[in-house]
């Protein structure tokens, strides 16, 4: 080492050739290191770890180093090499060996990146793999970057072995630059453990007494127990042998997803957060690990000879492209801003990356012959940016209807989820679901009628979002089954059946002329009444009408709801508050088959569905009936709201969830784990959190239960139950079989209101991944349900393209859970949910309330802390809710609420609603006559002197999904479209050109209405 503390050259660079260039280059490098800034501006931030593992010590050490030399000796690799590499006149790679002043160099080059410390692979103190940890617990920068241990299980030895073989780790605990976190708790990695080491260690529970043994000895050395932290590949079994073992949290050593197959990046950091959502999901504690690649390619084409299972050249396409130095510093921001917003699953407050140097494996920070010390850099320039600035520092997103900064593939995601309900010249958008018939939306083209069960989440999620004609669109749906309810008299034939529904009864299914009001499949003669049907469609007519505030409709519409309402009050006994329902009185029935009476056929029994969507109708109808000044309405429905909440405790379980049903003999239904009936029902729990039925406590503890149910979420959607029913009807086989309808088939009405919940609970994760689910049927056309498989497969699988009115449920619930809406009488309650990785946020369309229309935006994250409407400081907030009272807003607001103590800068804070630009092209050549009827439409519509119906809307919707077939055309010429199977994008296209059809057809049906009265 020279007196300036720079590396002194003892050997000469090659002449000629490219690895001389390079070689000089890294020479280079190493001196421009030591002139780099050694600070890194200090913040308050979770401590972030990098792996270590020291095989860089050269071939003339010992054989790891020669093995590693050879591996990456070739020139496609060779750029990965650590910077101390040199090419030998042979052309073989020299690499270290490690020295004192590479290591010095090291950690100053890892303090500048934010690493606050190493967390050493573990050997033998006199095995070249400890030669780096041994230098750095020399250094007179040792402070600079703490370290800590990570232990392979099989190094433990037996349980003789134990003691003797672990005793050093807790000698290296004493030292003051040991990492420590949770309050001085020194941090400790156990990995690799298998059931031979189980056995090693006597058994389970011996082991967990070994660990136990462990942690006195060093709270007796260091006055504080070790936060020990068990590392396994798979998330389940990492928290069931932390749980055995009595460890402190879950990690990963490497989060490698399924592999890679030439996958981008982007996949790997995906599958990292999966991995982290996963162990909050089980409840774990976790110390979540951020990937800095992942390739394994030079050791697939030279095996090490310790991995003795991997066969030469044999997985060679398993690898994720290379992260650049912006995307792994952006990688590693996210992890952190994770860690930060989930504190109680990361109690320690740390991130481990994967790596500083697995250079062969494809994983490093560490400068390399290739990259130099760019991510270095990238890393520093990261966190300065985050502590001057967090908004400067966080990447941009603009999209049509979503633009924001920081975590720009969910920012992505909600853009893509609003695109879904306009037209698109990509995705399945939901004007393709318009029907002429009834001027309204369809449940699908291959389903003629509008369902109550189907559309219940879709349209409570979609209703704030949506503007006119498709407003208008979704009341002429909703009015088929008001228009027919029962009034106790008329008949509603059914096949074989002369039903005469009660008195305020809805339906199944309806379309003109057509109603069926009870389930209409199954064993429909034993069928009860459609109860929870019309304590949904109760809920989505009272929600549209306290949204849209037209007194009028209002007012022509409260009879008919509180004839529902008193329907579904026909069914409560006074005695306990519960609702009693037959066979297929349920959502998604016919799953539910009653009470089964001694003799053998059905009966009632008090359904918990019932009671929570009554309760989440009732709140509306209630705010309606005051909104139109009907106090005594009001009070008296409010009165049976509270008798019907007393009433839940019945169904509750100690542990914090919903059965499903309670027989009149006291048998419950739907305890998970128990002998009979022993299964857990989504449903009326999602609910609770959904509709807020439930309070804050009641409602974390729900959506704990569920997200601890892996069956329930095989596929990331949610199922109705896990596992099977064993209380139907009809035995769990064929169509009724686990998995394939009813019983356990996935639903995405179901999904939406699941969704919300998740927003509700901060699952924002949990979230991502159903609506990444979602889109992998949107975009190849296969929005079909319900899904088969548990949600894995269409359920009709014949058709060349699958389109349904359920499948729009996700993508609206990403939206509606943003802001968790709240109508009411007064005006709108938001409780902004945002997800704590997004740091501004900025809606380009706006939400509905009556003829207002409230432009949303955000900055920062966590609690509310400021709010301003059109600038101006507004007062009426809470930290949890921002309160719009209808009569003090203007007719367009902008909304902008900082979270977090953020303050928007003044353009951000002063900027006026800018909305989604109009889709514009000419449309495809197909649609040459639609074109010329839209020309005549336009002078049509320039005559009407008539404001009752958005004749303009309509139109300009119509003119839209023309440039959108257009667009499509273009996108297919280019090649730059989603490639479908020929068939199938004959199916989509021909969806283009209908739906223009369709609302032209409908449009211009209305206009001769309106001129021949």
């Not at 007494?209 to 504080?224: D, N, Q, S, T």
Request: proline residues 7%.
């Amino acid at each position: 080492m020279t007196g300036d503390g720079s590396i002194a050259l003892r050997y000469r660079a090659p002449e000629a050739g490219p690895h001389a260039r390079r070689w000089v280059w890294s020479l280079l490098l190493l001196a421009l290191i030591a002139l780099l800034p050694a600070e890194t501006p200090a913040a308050e931030r979770p401590l972030v770890g990098a792996i270590r593992w020291d095989g860089w010590y050269g071939g003339e050490q010992g054989a790891v180093g020669r093995v590693l030399e050879e591996c990456l000796t070739p020139e496609r690799y060779r750029g990965r090499a650590p910077v101390f590499s040199k090419p030998g006149a042979d052309g073989r790679l020299r690499i270290g060996p490690y020295t004192q002043a590479i290591v010095d160099r090291e950690i100053a080059l890892a303090k500048r990146a934010g690493i606050d410390y190493w967390a050493y692979v573990s050997y033998d103190p006199a095995d070249h793999l400890s030669d780096a940890l041994k230098f750095h617990l020399a250094s007179k920068r040792s402070a600079d970057v703490r370290f800590c241990n990570i232990l392979e299980a099989g190094r433990s030895g037996s349980a003789d072995e134990f003691v003797e073989r672990t005793r050093r780790f807790v000698d290296l605990m004493r030292r003051p630059n040991y990492c420590r976190v949770a309050g001085g708790r020194p941090l400790f990695f156990v990995g690799f453990v298998d059931e031979k080491h189980l056995e090693a260690w006597g058994s389970r529970e011996n082991g967990r007494k070994l660990w136990e043994g462990f942690r006195a000895r060093v709270r007796e050395a260091v006055g504080a127990s070790p936060y020990l932290v068990l590392m396994d590949f798979d998330v389940g079994r990492a928290k069931d042998l932390a749980d055995a073992l009595g460890f402190d949290a879950i990690g990963c050593y490497a989060i490698t997803g399924d592999g890679g197959n030439e996958s981008p990046y982007s996949a790997l950091t995906e599958a990292a957060r999966t991995f982290w959502s996963g162990a909050r999901s089980r409840g774990a504690r976790l110390v979540p690990t951020a990937m800095a690649g992942w390739d394994r390619r030079p050791r697939i084409e030279r095996p090490h000879p310790w991995e003795p299972w991997q066969k030469p050249g044999e997985g060679m396409n398993r690898y994720f492209q290379p992260p650049t130095p912006d995307e792994l510093a952006a990688h590693v921001r996210d992890g952190a801003d994770w860690v930060e917003a989930h504190r109680d699953v990361c109690p320690a407050q740390t991130l481990l990356v994967y790596a500083w140097n697995e250079h062969d494996e494809g994983g490093w920070i560490a400068p390399t012959l290739g990259e130099g010390t760019k991510r270095v850099e990238a890393l520093e320039r990261m966190w300065r940016e985050r502590t001057e600035n967090p908004l400067r520092g966080a990447r941009a997103y603009e999209g049509r209807f979503i633009r924001g900064k920081g975590d720009v593939a969910y920012l992505k995601l909600l853009d893509t989820a609003r695109r879904m309900f306009a037209p698109d010249p990509e995705l399945p958008n939901l004007p393709m679901l318009h029907e002429p018939r009834w001027n309204g939306f369809v449940e699908g083209p291959t389903w003629g009628a509008w369902w109550i069960q189907n559309s219940y989440g879709t349209t409570f999620s979609a209703l704030p979002l949506l503007t006119e004609p498709m407003t208008a669109f979704l009341a002429n749906s909703q009015a088929l089954w008001f228009d027919q309810m029962g009034d106790g008299t008329s008949v509603r034939p059914h096949a074989r059946w002369q039903w005469v529904p009660p008195d305020g009864a809805l339906c199944d299914a309806a379309a003109p002329g057509f109603y069926v009001a009870k389930q209409g499949d199954g064993q429909v003669d034993i069928h009860d009444w459609g109860m929870e049907f019309a304590a949904a469609g109760l809920l989505m007519q009272a929600e549209l009408l306290l949204i849209g505030r037209d007194r009028d409709a209002i007012a022509a519409y409260l009879p008919k709801l509180e004839r529902t309402a008193h329907f579904l009050d026909t069914r409560r006994e006074r005695s306990n508050n519960l609702y009693l329902a037959g066979p297929a009185g349920n959502l998604l029935a016919p799953s539910y088959a009653g009470y089964r009476k001694p003799d053998g056929t059905y009966g009632m029994a008090y359904l918990t569905g019932l009671s929570v969507t009554t309760i989440a109708a009732l709140d509306r109808l209630i705010e309606l009936e005051r909104l139109m000044g009907r106090r005594d309405q009001a009070a008296s429905f409010a009165k049976r709201r509270a008798a019907t909440r007393r009433g839940l405790d019945s169904f509750l379980e100690s542990d914090g969830y919903f059965i499903r049903s309670l027989d009149p003999d006291g048998v419950r239904h739907g305890v998970l784990g128990a002998e009979k009936h022993g299964y857990i029902e989504a449903s009326p729990n999602h609910d609770a959190v959904c509709f807020r039925v439930a309070d804050d406590g009641l409602a974390t503890r729900i959506m704990a239960k569920l997200t601890s149910v892996g069956g329930l979420r095989p596929h990331d959607f949610i199922l109705p139950n896990y596992p099977s029913y064993d209380d139907m009807y009809e035995k769990p086989e064929g169509l009724w079989a686990y998995g394939a309808w009813v019983n356990g088939g996935h639903w995405s009405t179901c999904e939406a209101r699941m969704i919300v919940a998740y927003f509700r609970t901060g699952l924002w994760d949990d979230a991502r991944r159903s609506m990444k689910k979602l889109l992998t049927f949107a975009e190849r056309f296969r929005m079909d349900n319900p899904l088969t498989e548990f949600g894995n497969n269409v359920y009709q699988p014949g058709q060349p393209v699958n389109l349904t009115y359920d499948a729009f449920g996700p993508p609206a619930a990403m939206l509606r859970g943003l802001f968790q809406y709240e109508y009411n009488a007064d005006g709108l309650t938001l409780r902004p949910r945002i997800p704590p990785t997004i740091l501004q946020l900025e809606q380009r369309f706006p939400i509905r309330l009556g003829r207002k229309r409230i432009w949303l935006a955000t900055v920062g994250s966590g609690r509310i802390t400021r709010v301003w409407v059109d600038g101006r400081r507004w007062r009426r907030h809470t930290s949890a809710e921002v309160r719009l009272p209808y009569d003090s807003i203007g007719d367009t607001v902008r909304v902008v609420i900082g979270l977090g103590g953020a303050t928007p800068n003044p353009e951000f804070l002063h900027a006026r609603p800018d909305p989604a630009p109009p889709l514009e092209s000419p449309g495809p050549t197909a649609l040459k006559e639609e074109a010329e009827r839209i020309e005549a439409l336009e002078r049509s519509i320039a005559d009407l002197k008539d404001d009752s119906y958005p004749w303009a809307a309509h139109l300009r919707l119509a003119k839209e999904c023309a440039a959108a077939a257009g667009l499509r055309e273009r996108l297919e010429a280019t090649g730059e479209s989603a490639r479908l199977a020929p068939e199938s994008a004959r199916a989509a296209n021909k969806l283009y050109a209908d739906t223009v059809r369709h609302l032209l057809e409908s449009l211009e049906a209305a206009i001769r209405q309106r001129q021949a009265r």
